[in-house]
């Protein structure tokens, strides 16, 4: 098996292939900016008419993947993750289809003001530029970011992870036939046509051609690329998602959303994968859970007070805090009350998703104040962690860091800015 899908010359390096792609996108992106917005959601229904007229070639190219997925032994998560039925398929053009009946993110006025030497000063949103997305296993990712630079006007290069390379190149295609058909740049949305990891050093590497680098992905790939990128990121980090149940919290709904949020989807970043609960709520409330999550074939890893409400919750260890296990797996802490229970998911938790469940308003106010996450919510499934759920049609993934974009990262949030002045004939004394 190859680690190049398409090369022209057999001697071309990667970092030759990564560069002419960049230098594409970069002209692409010029562009794009001067774009208007009905041309560009064409190109998005376009797009997602490509998906859905390619859905044989899709699943023939995703059975490829999910073949090579299973050579290298990954879970059922992971391999549930990277799978493609049709559902899924028509997901992802309704996606399309979505991001394009949202609002133009460009040139939108965010402020404006006329100074008292009649200078009108606006501020006017922009698009990034060329925007690299590295991530891993989900080849929906390819659609959805492709359509979100397209839907901001940026360039996107996808770099997918080697598991989905088949897949991603099948979907990427759509998006590129929606942009031929609209007579855009082809250029504006590209992969790269490699499994060889020295493509994303590449890419972390072209300051020059790329704007914003964009991980979407484990820990490992987060990290590599935090110390590697000379490019702005806006960092995806992995999902150590809580669920806390208050002892006001009602039970019933406390055992409907713990059981959403764990397993509803295991793989995804917004899966609960740890459970913190008053101690007061414990004895009743927690066993309750295990009958539910232990039915769903979910193992239970708690402290000394969990394991004394419950015999089937195995002992945790240090580790088993901070972990994001993508698996039916989930840990148990129980706590003296809302203050414990805040600082265990502030010092423990990745600051992506937290969930309160509680009958009492002001506690839930106190938890969503002070819970330092991109997305705090009361009394809901942390499985929401979506941009699609959130009306953005899609999201590239949830920034936790807090610069420049934090939470789902849509088309809005893939945009700049810049200061439009205009006078007549002013001077500056």
Request: some cysteine.
């Amino acid at each position: 098996m190859t680690n190049v899908a398409t090369l022209s010359d057999a001697d071309t390096s990667v970092e030759d292939i990564v560069r002419k792609i960049a230098a594409d996108a970069k002209a692409a992106s010029h562009a794009l900016g001067l774009v208007d917005g009905e041309t560009r959601n064409a190109a998005l229904q376009a797009g997602a008419n490509a998906i859905r007229d390619s859905r044989p070639s899709i699943l023939t190219a995703n059975e490829k993947d999910m073949a090579f997925g299973r050579e290298r032994g990954l879970s059922d998560a992971m391999l549930d993750r990277l799978l493609l039925v049709d559902d899924r398929i028509e997901a992802m053009a309704k996606g399309l289809e979505n991001i394009a009946v949202l609002p133009d993110p460009l040139g939108r006025t965010i402020d404006e003001r006329e100074r008292p030497n009649g200078l009108k000063i606006a501020r006017v949103s922009v698009p990034l530029g060329v925007i690299g997305i590295i991530y891993e296993s989900r080849p929906n990712v390819t659609a959805d970011a492709g359509a979100l630079c397209l839907k901001s006007g940026n360039a996107a290069i996808l770099r997918g992870g080697s598991e989905s390379l088949h897949s991603s190149a099948a979907i990427a295609q759509c998006l590129k036939d929606g942009l031929r058909e609209t007579g855009l740049p082809e250029g504006a949305i590209q992969p790269i046509p490699t499994r060889d990891r020295a493509a994303v050093g590449a890419m972390l590497r072209m300051s020059d051609l790329i704007d914003f680098i964009v991980p979407r992905g484990g820990r490992s790939l987060i990290e590599r690329v935090m110390e590697e990128s000379r490019i702005p990121v806006i960092a995806h980090l992995d999902g150590n998602c809580h669920v806390y149940l208050h002892a006001d919290a009602d039970r019933q709904m406390a055992r409907d959303i713990v059981s959403n949020a764990k397993m509803r989807r295991t793989g995804i970043c917004g899966a609960a994968e740890s459970l913190v609960i008053d101690e007061a709520a414990a004895s009743d409330l927690l066993p309750l859970i295990v009958d539910d999550l232990s039915a769903a074939g979910c193992e239970i890893r708690g402290d000394a007070a969990a394991q004394q409400s419950d015999a089937r919750i195995v002992a945790a260890s240090d580790d088993d805090w901070g972990a994001e296990y993508l698996d039916k797996i989930i840990s148990v802490r129980v706590v003296e009350g809302p203050e414990t229970a805040i600082d265990h998911i502030n010092q423990y938790g990745s600051h992506h998703t937290d969930s309160i469940v509680t009958q009492d308003t002001a506690i839930a106010e106190r938890f969503l104040a002070n819970i330092d996450s991109a997305i705090v919510l009361h009394n809901a499934s942390t499985q929401y962690a979506d941009g699609g759920e959130f009306g953005m049609g899609a999201e590239i993934g949830i920034a936790t860091g807090k610069l420049h974009a934090r939470g789902p990262v849509g088309a809005e949030q893939l945009t700049s800015y810049k200061y439009v002045v205009r006078g007549d004939g002013q001077c500056r004394p």
